[in-house]
Nanobody, 127 residues
Framework: QLQLVASGGGLVQPGGSLRLSCAAS????????IGWFRQAPGKEREGVSC????????HYTDSVKGRFIISRDNAKNAVYLQMNSLKPEDTGVYYC????????????????????WGQGTQVTVSS
């Protein structure tokens, strides 16, 4: 059974860091687009970052460029999102998603297009 498990969220002060993990089971992350999305209270879900394990392309939304880093660990079949210099506006539930259409790693593909989803992990940035 294909499953994604997101973890690593928590409460952090502004300027702090967190590392989110997205562990896959039931399939390997080869030849997939893996995306991180977030949803703040009262707002629509938005794309944060993605990586294509097919061609290595990486995308970040403008608001996180220079602060977040997405990476993959082949041995652990996982994708990570290192979040640095966190701001209160980064608060939300973070989800990882996967889709075999690797080209879905782009700024123009919305969250509704991804086929497989993890359960979400809460990130709260507050003093």
């Amino acid at each position: 059974q294909l499953q994604l498990v997101a973890s690593g969220g928590g409460l952090v002060q502004p300027g702090g860091s967190l590392r989110l993990s997205c562990a896959a089971s039931g399939f390997t992350l080869d030849y997939y687009a893996i995306g991180w999305f977030r949803q703040a209270p009262g707002k629509e879900r938005e794309g944060v970052s993605c990586i294509s394990t097919t061609d290595g392309r990486i995308h970040y939304t403008d608001s996180v460029k220079g602060r977040f880093i997405i990476s993959r660990d082949n041995a652990k079949n996982a994708v990570y999102l290192q979040m640095n210099s966190l701001k209160p506006e980064d608060t939300g539930v973070y989800y990882c998603a996967a889709d075999p259409r690797y080209y879905y790693c782009s700024g123009s593909v919305g969250w509704t297009e991804y086929d497989y989803w993890g359960q979400g992990t809460q990130v709260t940035v507050s003093s």
